[in-house]
């Protein structure tokens, strides 16, 4: 079965200062890889995405992850956070057959507070 | 556009009461349907899903129960609640091959 792991369950920044967040998960096939976040209140919402192609994917907010096959590893990175990027953030996996249902499995998740 | 609702956004139950929990999806046809229950620091864990109308696949064995009486109907239900069934519970739908969008959740507290 496959399993998501978020090693940072919580990461204290201050403004400005540069984000990355580790995921890794395990399975050996053809992976779509997401992270979601939620901000206080809110929905749980996409961040981005990585189906295929360049391994480099940029989502809202000026969020990005890099894809790296060889490590099992989907890190989410920001070059300089605000406040308002407070929230927790989840990694997210399916590696379920095309035409499937295509359920997620989510890591435990890591809570953000960037200090003003 | 699509939205998805839920409701009640929150509920307060006596142990061993029925529960309803009712989600919907507008702005879509044969969407996949799911249950999620999100715990404080373990991230979201997938309850039931569904492909289509009275199609049900179960996760985790448990004191809950889904129906999916419509197309863009779910529905989550319990005969007796218990005191480990609160939490925060999101639905969530997708089309095939593509990514999930969630539902702003129920707050459920068992007393």
């Known amino acids: 079965a496959q399993s998501v792991s978020q090693h940072n369950h919580h990461v204290i920044l201050s403004e400005a200062a540069s984000l990355e967040l580790g995921c890794n998960y395990s399975?050996?096939?053809?992976?779509?890889l997401f992270w979601y976040v939620q901000y206080p209140g809110q929905h749980l919402q996409l961040l981005l995405k990585?189906?295929?192609?360049?391994?480099l994917v940029k989502g809202i907010k000026g969020f990005e992850a890099e894809f790296i096959k060889s490590k099992f590893s989907f890190n989410l990175r920001k070059p300089s956070v605000q406040w308002s990027d407070t929230a927790e953030y989840f990694c997210?996996?399916?590696?379920?057959?095309?035409?499937?249902?295509?359920?997620?499995?989510f890591g435990s998740g890591t809570q953000l507070t960037v200090l003003p | 556009s699509q939205t998805i609702h839920q409701w009640p956004a929150t509920l307060v139950q006596p142990v061993g009461s029925p529960l309803s929990l009712e989600c919907t999806v507008e702005?879509?046809?044969?969407?996949?349907l799911y249950w999620y229950r999100q715990a404080a620091g373990r991230g979201l864990q997938l309850l039931f899903y569904?492909?289509?109308?009275?199609?049900i696949s179960s996760e985790v064995p448990q004191n809950l129960s889904a129906s999916r009486p419509q197309d863009r109907q779910f529905i989550l239900s319990s005969k007796k609640l218990l005191l480990s069934d609160s939490g925060f519970y999101l639905c969530?739908?997708?089309?095939?091959?593509?990514?999930?969008?969630f539902g702003p959740g129920t707050r459920l507290t068992v007393t």
């Open positions: 569904s492909v289509g109308i009275g199609q």
């Open positions: 969530a739908w997708s089309t095939q091959g593509t990514e999930q969008y």
């Open positions: 399975y050996g096939g053809t992976v779509n």
């Open positions: 702005g879509t046809s044969n969407p996949n």
């Open positions: 997210a996996v399916n590696a379920s057959p095309p035409g499937s249902a295509r359920q997620l499995t």
């Open positions: 990585y189906f295929s192609g360049d391994p």
